[in-house]
């Protein structure tokens, strides 16, 4: 079975600009959690999405926002980027059948965006 | 506010060694508690997951164990070997919530 993909993996933008990065998740799994990773930050929760709609968001801005579509496929949005937004972006989904949960996540190998 | 430690940050030690990384947790009311590794420059790879009910989950060389009401886990790996040189992290879910809370890692380097 597939594991989960992100693309695009490297990502160049200029501040200011805009950037969607996508995540599959694993067959059959229906949520889908984002989070960033800096040297600094370390790893914070962005948000998770199950059955197309968010369930958990974390402490970023509104320029941060995401998606889910009736495939379990998700989408993260970030606009006016900033070079603080420079980072790992990590996607995981769990299987999570019925809607309950915390079940295991499983990672993807991240997008990394460099804002300059 | 739930907050997660991992200590040391970095250690070293030979090949062949048994050694025990430490998580602690402030809160006890975790659902469930995830160990990770990290390659540099690649996403997570999860090790082990105890749920708050368990006491300890094992996979291969991995054993890792959970006492909630003191707000520690660890995670034992036997016979260290080279391939096992990444970083470790642990993360704790609450409730029914998918917001994982994560430590800052614990670097591992085992020397041959």
């Known amino acids: 079975k597939a594991g989960v993909t992100q693309t695009p993996r490297y990502l160049i933008k200029t501040r200011g600009q805009q950037v969607t990065l996508s995540c599959s998740p694993i067959?059959?799994?229906?949520?889908v959690s984002w989070y960033q990773q800096t040297p600094g930050q370390g790893l914070q929760f962005l948000f998770e999405?199950?059955?197309?709609?968010?369930?958990n968001k974390g402490n970023f801005p509104g320029r941060f926002s995401g998606r889910q579509f009736s495939n379990s496929r998700s989408e993260m949005n970030v606009s006016t980027l900033e070079l603080g937004d420079s980072a790992l972006y990590l996607c995981?989904?769990?299987?999570?059948?019925f809607g309950g949960g915390p079940y295991e996540q499983y990672f993807g190998p991240g997008t990394r965006l460099t804002v300059t | 506010k739930q907050e997660v430690t991992q200590i040391p940050a970095a250690l070293s030690v030979p090949e062949g060694e048994n050694l025990v990384l430490n998580c602690s947790f402030t809160d006890s009311a975790i659902y469930n508690l995830q160990w990770f590794r990290q390659d540099p420059g690649k996403g997570l790879t999860s090790l082990l997951l105890i749920q708050s009910s368990q006491r300890e989950q094992t996979s291969g060389r991995l054993n890792a164990s959970l006492d909630k009401s003191s707000g520690r886990s660890t995670l034992y790996i036997a016979a260290s070997q080279p391939g096992d040189s990444a970083t470790y992290l642990c993360a704790v879910s609450m409730d029914s919530n998918y917001q994982l809370i994560w430590g800052a890692g614990t670097k591992l380097i085992i020397k041959p």
């Open positions: 067959s059959g799994h229906r949520s």
């Open positions: 999405y199950f059955s197309e709609t968010q369930r």
């Open positions: 995981a989904s769990s299987l999570d059948l």
